[in-house]
């Protein structure tokens, strides 16, 4: 496998359930991202993590719990839904620097890999 | 205020011809990378381009350009001679300041540009 890989592609879970999605990169990253896509919205970062440390929690509700348990794997679990959480939802990997690396050369561009997304429905 | 404007839904182009996707920003650190990412309809994120704030040149990646005009703080995407599989879902993103171990690489997203290419 190459690039960013995500499973379940869909699912659909009750409001009860508790599911979890994975996200792996085989790309060599330290750094992995979740992002939500919702209809009509632009995406929304929701958790960052550099070096499997969680550096960035959006304003998440505890109702998504994220694990990085190495740099290579990200999960997303879930419990106690709501509707509203049913969208697309998107995992990425990038590189991330030691120290400031400004907005010049090879090393500024850093870009994300994007996973295809998990296509979330809550019942 | 948002930091990411793409103020056009969506747009249609004719086959082989060239289009412009619009995209401003807004921000106060000298800093900073912009980036475009096509989405088809599979859903996966394709990297297209990237421009730095420091960046001399206007980015050209294959038949994608980047028009950078940094007073006006805007970074439009030029496709030229479209192709039918161009049709998909455009972002504008922006990375604020350098680019620190600490808080990763945290990108903010306009809200997109739907482009259709028709034959």
């Known amino acids: 496998e190459t690039g960013v890989t995500q499973t379940p592609r869909h699912l659909v879970m009750g409001m009860t359930n508790k599911k979890s999605l994975k996200c792996e990169q085989h790309l060599g990253h330290n750094a992995m991202y979740w992002y939500k896509q919702s209809a009509k919205k632009p995406l929304e970062l929701m958790f960052v993590?550099?070096?499997?440390?969680?550096?960035e929690n959006n304003s998440v509700p505890s109702r998504f719990s994220p694990e990085c348990p190495n740099s290579s794997h990200l999960f997303l679990h879930l419990h106690t839904l709501q509707p509203e959480d049913s969208a697309l939802y998107l995992c990425a990997s990038s590189q991330a620097l030691f120290g400031l690396a400004g907005g010049t050369g090879k090393w500024a561009r850093l870009q994300q890999f994007f996973g295809p997304g998990t296509r979330l429905t809550v019942l | 205020a948002q930091k990411i404007t793409q103020t056009q839904p969506g747009m249609f182009v004719q086959e082989k011809e060239a289009v412009t996707l619009d995209c401003t920003y807004d921000?106060?650190?000298?800093?900073?990378?912009l980036f475009w990412y096509k989405q088809p309809s599979s859903g996966e994120m394709i990297f297209l381009i990237y421009q730095g704030s420091y960046d001399q040149q206007n980015a050209t990646e294959g038949r994608y350009s980047l028009n950078f005009q940094k007073a006006r703080k805007s970074a439009n995407l030029v496709i030229s001679a479209s192709q039918l599989g161009d049709s998909a879902m455009y972002f504008c993103a922006m990375r604020e300041g350098g680019v620190l171990m600490e808080y990763g690489n945290k990108l903010v997203f306009g809200a997109g540009t739907i482009l259709r290419v028709k034959s």
């Open positions: 993590y550099s070096l499997e440390e969680r550096v």
């Open positions: 921000t106060s650190d000298p800093s900073y990378g």
